[in-house]
């Protein structure tokens, strides 16, 4: 996964051009590949199809919401001109720039990182996914994501409508938290059999 090798340079020894040239870069291998982008692309269909298909039977159907488990769970035609939780509503441009720069920081994780745990891949790709998701309709939808899934987490009390693309994101954030336990517990038990 992004090995480095190492090659004979002819700039001089310690200056930030000697070791560029020394350096050249392997992408992650196939596994990582195939783990990273269709997971990209299947959440991305996924959100996209999700967010379609409950926006337009909600239209026909004339309703507001439809109900999957009665006081916890109901789909719903909501958008949202901001981030998470409304952050920085009506501001397009912005939220526009700042996942564009998040899609290709992700990338540049993917392929420079030298990561080689799958739950990190699998934790990117959908990172990346999310971010797709939540970017298309920020561009092809006047700025507004759609959201549909709508949880009662109290009587009375209903979480900000989200969609699959926000659900991915929250899953590769925690899968990314596991990784880093797992990482540290293994690098301890190496450790201690040194």
């Not at 799958?118 to 994501?145: K, P, T």
Request: proline content about 3%.
């Amino acid at each position: 996964m992004a090995e480095l090798s190492k090659e004979k340079s002819t700039a001089r020894p310690g200056s930030g051009r000697a070791f560029l040239e020394r350096q050249s870069l392997v992408l992650p291998d196939l596994r990582a590949q195939l783990i990273f982008w269709p997971l990209v692309a299947a959440g991305l269909v996924l959100d996209l199809w999700s967010k379609k298909a409950v926006f337009d039977c909600l239209q026909q159907r004339q309703s507001n919401s439809i109900s999957i488990i009665d006081g916890f769970l109901q789909l719903v035609a909501r958008v949202n001109a901001g981030a998470a939780f409304g952050i920085a509503a009506g501001q397009t441009h912005l939220l526009i720039a700042v996942s564009a720069v998040a899609l290709v920081v992700i990338l540049a994780i993917f392929l420079f990182s030298g990561a080689n745990q799958r739950l990190v891949h699998v934790a990117l790709g959908l990172f990346a996914a999310g971010v797709c998701g939540n970017l298309y309709d920020r561009i092809f939808h006047n700025g507004l994501v759609r959201d549909f899934i709508d949880i009662v987490y109290w009587p009375g009390r209903h979480w900000p409508a989200f969609n699959i693309a926000d659900s991915m994101l929250c899953v590769g954030v925690g899968l990314l938290i596991i990784s880093g336990f797992t990482a540290k517990s293994y690098q301890k038990h190496a450790q201690q059999h040194k």
